[in-house]
């Protein structure tokens, strides 16, 4: 489950697009930024390493290969009944081989095979009941179950492990998750920037003609006679106004650039103002929807899922420890090997044991104390998670404000413009009426070129508002058909 769970979340298969030879849109501006983001490339090995580490936790049940050479030599002086001494000497080699199998309720399954020789000429050593020999073989089968009964009993222990592994997993998934809604949030906003900061530029460029011309106008009225110089020099100031505005609008525009660039590793692109997202949530239902399906609060419940995961060895660690072990054994004795072998049948050398063993701290401070620490600090973290979703709902609530206000202030700057042009062409014909003054066509020009720059602020603020609001609602990565899933 957690192999394929993991497989799954590493698939953002709209990220793996070649980057397309023409100028970047926003959506793939926002990919190839993500595609680029060391963060997000960093979030991306952080599950391949888990999964890794999801192959060695269920490790912990795979069969074991036990075996083992062993080598003994005693001496025993003895004495007879003239004081002399003899040395006795007793050799011993054992060859033991077994396969375990460990159990998810804690059990350890051991079947083994032992195979031993010993040379002796000590009398009181001879292993072949009623034959006096200074060698023989044994052969002996034995398996051998040990079962706790309280510390290390059941599946939830004895899988911490692979659960562990489990909750990182969903951890890093939801902080990737964050990770790229971050980028993706940071370009199509510094997008929507750059595409008002040009558009800023365009406004004054237009504004910096007119003045232009009006200024080429005046210098020909001055020269028949038809204007004060002094008129004259008001034009002068607004084109030199307007000069400065243009290189202060173009240099806002180089540094936008610039920050994006760096993001994209590529200037082949041309930002454009997207459309804005269309929001007919009410309030209510935004509120719930930020605090269901915001990344932020997303990692928060996953770690305290991972805390959660804990428990049950922690739990373990404060019970006693009881022990059950069952063995079976069938042993056969000869002067040589294949006789000790072919004996192994004869159930009259069959061994059977049993044994329970109890073993507990008078006082197990250590282990009470971290498993009261550990509920304490999921306690913590359900009251870190309110206060987090308290701070999620209050921006959710302004994102959704701005929006409706970035609508309203669209629709009243549209009309706004909308009105200002007409003043301006009326003010150009009661100059060429001999009713108005170049100093009142300026001015006009200038609030008319503040109207359509107030229309392209609000759009932009109504384009930067549904992003926030989409990021704080977990639908911003959707819009932009991304999936960390």
């Known amino acids: 489950m957690l192999r394929s769970g993991l497989a799954l979340a590493l698939a953002l298969a709209p990220l793996a697009a070649p980057t397309p030879a023409a100028a970047l849109d926003l959506v793939e501006a926002v990919r190839q930024a993500v595609e680029r983001d060391p963060g997000a490339q960093a979030a991306q090995v952080r599950l391949l390493e888990l999964a890794a580490a999801a192959d060695a936790a269920q490790g912990a049940f795979d069969l074991v290969g036990d075996f083992g050479l062993d080598w003994s030599s005693e001496r025993v002086t003895a004495r007879d009944t003239a004081g002399a001494k003899t040395p006795l000497d007793t050799q011993r080699l054992t060859l033991d081989a077994a396969v375990v199998q460990p159990l998810v309720w804690g059990t350890q399954v051991r079947a083994g095979w032992v195979n031993s020789f010993t040379a002796t000429d000590n009398p009181f050593r001879n292993c072949v009941p009623g034959v006096a020999s200074d060698q023989c073989f044994e052969s002996r089968l034995e398996l051998t179950v040990s079962q706790p009964l309280l510390r290390g009993f059941g599946r939830a222990v004895n899988t911490l492990a692979e659960a562990r592994v489990d909750a990182d997993a969903r951890v890093a998934q939801a902080q990737r998750r964050v990770t790229v809604a971050t980028v993706v949030e940071a370009v199509a906003v510094a997008?929507?920037?750059?595409?008002?900061?040009?558009?800023?530029?365009?406004?004054?460029?237009?504004?910096?003609?007119?003045?232009?011309?009006?200024?080429?106008?005046?210098?020909?009225?001055?020269?028949?006679?038809?204007?004060?110089?002094?008129?004259?020099?008001?034009?002068?100031?607004?084109?030199?106004?307007?000069?400065?505005?243009?290189?202060?609008?173009?240099?806002?525009?180089?540094?936008?650039?610039?920050?994006?660039?760096?993001?994209?590793?590529?200037?082949?692109?041309?930002?454009?103002?997207?459309?804005?997202?269309?929001?007919?949530?009410?309030?209510?239902?935004?509120?719930?929807?930020?605090e269901e399906a915001n990344p932020d609060l997303a990692v928060l419940a996953r770690e305290q899922d991972r805390q959660r995961a804990e428990l049950p060895g922690l739990e373990d660690r404060a019970r006693p420890q009881l022990n059950l072990g069952l063995t079976a054994a069938q042993t056969g004795l000869d002067e040589d090997l294949g006789g000790a072998v072919a004996a192994l049948p004869d159930n009259e050398s069959a061994f059977y044991g049993a044994s329970i063993s109890l073993t507990f701290p008078f006082q197990n401070r250590q282990a009470e104390g971290e498993l009261a620490r550990a509920k304490l600090a999921l306690e913590r973290g359900d009251l870190t998670r309110a206060s987090r979703a308290q701070d999620v709902r209050l921006a959710a609530d302004a994102a959704l404000r701005a929006l409706r206000t970035a609508e309203q202030a669209q629709a009243l700057a549209e009309k706004v413009a909308e009105l200002a042009e007409k003043s301006l062409a009326a003010e150009q014909r009661r100059l060429e009426l001999g009713r108005a003054t170049q100093l009142d066509v300026l001015q006009v020009q200038q609030e008319a070129a503040e109207a359509e720059l107030a229309v392209e602020r609000a759009r932009a603020d109504r384009v930067i508002a549904g992003i926030r609001l989409e990021r704080l609602t977990g639908r911003l990565l959707a819009r932009f058909g991304l999936s960390v899933e």
Do not use: H, N, Y
């Open 191 to 290: 997008w929507a920037d750059l595409a008002l900061a040009d558009a800023d530029v365009r406004i004054r460029q237009r504004a910096l003609q007119l003045a232009q011309t009006q200024r080429d106008s005046s210098k020909r009225q001055v020269e028949g006679g038809r204007m004060a110089p002094v008129d004259l020099a008001v034009v002068e100031q607004a084109v030199a106004e307007r000069e400065q505005a243009l290189f202060v609008a173009t240099q806002r525009v180089e540094e936008k650039r610039a920050e994006l660039a760096t993001r994209l590793g590529s200037t082949d692109f041309k930002a454009r103002l997207p459309d804005p997202p269309t929001w007919e949530a009410d309030i209510a239902t935004t509120l719930a929807a930020a």
